[in-house]
Structures are given as C-alpha cells and as structure tokens.
C-alpha cells in the first residue's frame, strides 16, 4: 500500500468540521458525507429515524460490494457544544485545533474523515477488499439515540470497527457501562417558613438527608453514582413543598446499575416516609455493558493490524459508553477503536495530521481481503 495522502485526508476533515452538526442538527453534515460515499461507489440509505430521535436527519448506512466477508466501519456525525463556526487551525507542531473558542469536532469528524479516505485509496490502488458498509449515526452525544434507532436488518457484516475512541493510536475498548439516567420527585408540604415552619414538610431537607445515605462519586471500581442536578423550592420564606434531583449510574457490570438504582429507590423512599412525604422515582436505561472476549474475531484482526504496524496494542476499559454498545445488544461483534483525537469534549481538543493518516492505514489494511 502506498503512504496515505495526508494533504486531501486534511483538506476533507478542514471541510467536515466547517459544518455544524450539535446533536439534534445533523442535516448538513449527513448531506455532505451521503454525497462523498456516492462519490465514491457506495450505495447510500438513510433511514427514517429521525422521526423517533427529534434529529433533522436520519442515520446514513451505505455499502461497497467487494470480494469478502462484509465488514462495518461506524462514526457519528453530531457534536457536543460549544460547535457552531468550528474552524480546523494546522499548528506548526503538527496539532490541528480549534480556535479557542468552540470545540474542534475531531469528535467523531476525524473518524468519519478517515473511513472515507481509506476508501478514496483502495479504490485508487485497486486493492481487493471485503464488501465494505458504513454506518454514520446521528445523536450519539445523547445516549446513542441515534444508533438505537436504526433497522440493523440491514446489516449484513457480523463485525464491526466504531471509530469514536480518544487517546493513543492502538487503544481500544474492550468493556463499556451500563448506563441509567434518573429523576426523583420529592414532594413535601409546604407552609410559611417563619410563622409556622413546624406545619410544614421540607422537601429539600428529605433529598439532602437520602443524599447523604448513598455512595456519592465511586461506588467501587465497576459503579460510579453521580448526583447532577437539584430544583426545589419557590422562596426562602417558604418551606418547600418539592424537589426534583436528576442524575446517573454507571456500571460495567449490568446487575450492579440495577442494584444502584435500587438502594437510589430505597434511600429516597426511607426518608421521604421517615418524614411524612413522598417520592417518585423515574428513569432510563440508556445503555447496556459489554464485555469484548479476548477471542472475539474483530478485536483479534485489530490487534494484528496494530503490531504488524509495529505499535502497541492497548485494551481498555472505559466508562463513557458509545455506539458499540448497542452494536454488541444487536449481536455485532464490534470494537471501538482509538481515532486520532484527544481532549474531546473541550475547546482544547486536538489531533494530527499524521495521527489521522496512520488511523487511515489502519482502516484500510481491516478492509483489506
């Protein structure tokens, strides 16, 4: 294979992240990409999600027959915020960043950039390759609606390349959380606070008294707890009547997010009757964890991609959950796979020219046959 053509792989991700795409608002960019794959060869479909996710545009799934087993290359076209008028500034230490002051959206654009290149160059050289899809999903910020949406009939690979992980090129996730969304209402009574506060059942004291029962933070090495958000109360001068508490668990093993979610239930529960109120809980499991065996076919073809390149490769375990973990419920052996990006999520994000290109080789030696 011939070096990667870094000047047209830049020029494409300069282009992409021009555009845009905050989660919810992907028309353009699904547009731009949906062209490019009929550019080069592929047949395009985009699905009819968008009236089950709220985005402007559906998820784009496109095939390039070929000459073997099918394989799935996955990005996702949104961005989180601060990402209306992006720009991709080339430093001369080689570091592509924003301007400062949005975000770069090398989160997942570099992904997306990189599968169309290693296309571009396949297709140059007339190298044989497996039948190709792509898979570029809308709304992956907001809990992989996106990628819950779409008709994985349509699937005909059973394995699968998610390009959406920061850090060093080799890295890939082997396990990802379990992930629930919750919100308590606590309803107390309320009264007026200064003439008869004792007539009143302070709804504020009941969270921050079941609050102060739960492992906050780190539960233990598979769960974390987060309490994020608290609204209650009308004035100092009343005791309030309700309280809302929004917030999440994690947990790489699945049973433990449920028995989370339960002492969360019981903690609130007891207090709330301990002092005459009441609460309701709500919530969603947004995602489901996994576990990649060490046998799996897709991780096995990665890693030997990785140090026959001569890099190192790096299994790990992340709490942030992405598209694979609705690839693996659906019975898709799936990997995410590190991308060129770092920082993500930030206004100092960054990648590299050269680190896109080697992301780039990589791709096309999994399309390779």
Same mark, same amino acid.
């Given at each position: 294979?011939?070096?990667?053509? #870094? ?7 300069? %282009?992409? /992240? ?6 919810? =608002? %992907? ?27 709220? =985005? ?44 400062? /002051? ?9 992904? $997306? ?16 390759? !497996? ?16 990628? =819950? ?9 059973? !394995? ?14 082997? /396990? ?7 919100? $308590?209402?606590? #309803? ?7 003439? %008869?506060?004792?007539?009143? $059942? ?5 969270? =921050? ?26 004035? /100092? ?110 206004? !100092? %994000? ?13 791709? !096309? ?5």
């Amino acid at each position: 294979m011939s070096e990667v053509n #870094k000047e047209r792989l830049f020029k494409t991700f300069e %282009e992409l /992240t021009r555009i845009d795409s905050l989660t919810y =608002s %992907e028309r353009k960019i699904a547009d731009t990409v949906r062209e490019k794959l009929k550019a080069l060869g592929f047949s395009v479909y985009e699905d009819n999600s968008a009236s089950l996710t709220g =985005s402007d545009a559906g998820n784009i799934h496109a095939v390039l027959s070929g000459e073997g087993d099918p394989v799935l290359f996955m990005a996702h076209m949104d961005t989180v915020k601060p990402g209306i008028g992006k720009k991709a500034i080339l430093n001369p230490d080689g570091r592509i960043t924003s301007d400062g /002051t949005t975000i770069l959206g090398a989160d997942d654009v570099a992904g $997306i950039a990189e599968i169309l290149e290693a296309v571009e160059e396949i297709r140059e050289e007339g190298l044989s390759h !497996r039948d190709i899809e792509v898979l570029f999903t809308v709304a992956e910020e907001a809990y992989c609606v996106g990628a =819950s949406a779409f008709e994985y009939e349509r699937i005909k690979a059973d !394995r699968a390349y998610i390009l959406d992980r920061a850090g060093e090129i080799g890295s890939a996730t082997v /396990t990802e959380p379990t992930l629930i969304s919750f919100e $308590i209402e606590v #309803k107390g009574r309320a009264s007026h606070a200064g003439f %008869e506060p004792e007539k009143g $059942i302070n709804a504020i004291v009941i969270a =921050s008294k079941a609050i102060a029962t739960l492992p906050v933070g780190r539960k233990d090495e598979d769960t974390t707890l987060a309490i994020g958000i608290i609204e209650g109360g009308i004035a /100092t001068n009343v005791v309030p009547e309700s309280v809302k508490i929004q917030g999440e668990i994690r947990s790489q093993i699945h049973e433990k997010a449920i028995e989370t979610l339960d002492e969360v239930r019981e903690a609130f529960y007891a207090q709330a009757k301990a002092y005459g109120g009441q609460s309701e809980l709500k919530y969603d499991i947004h995602l489901k964890a996994y576990r990649i065996p060490d046998d799996s076919p897709a991780l096995t073809q990665y890693r030997k991609v990785i140090e026959d390149k001569g890099l190192t490769f790096a299994p790990e375990k992340s709490f942030g959950g992405s598209d694979c973990n609705i690839l693996r419920q659906k019975g898709i052996d799936g990997v995410t796979i590190a991308n060129a990006m770092w920082e993500i999520h930030s206004v !100092r %994000e960054y990648t590299t020219v050269d680190g896109m290109a080697t992301v780039t080789d990589i791709i !096309r030696k999994l399309m390779a046959i």
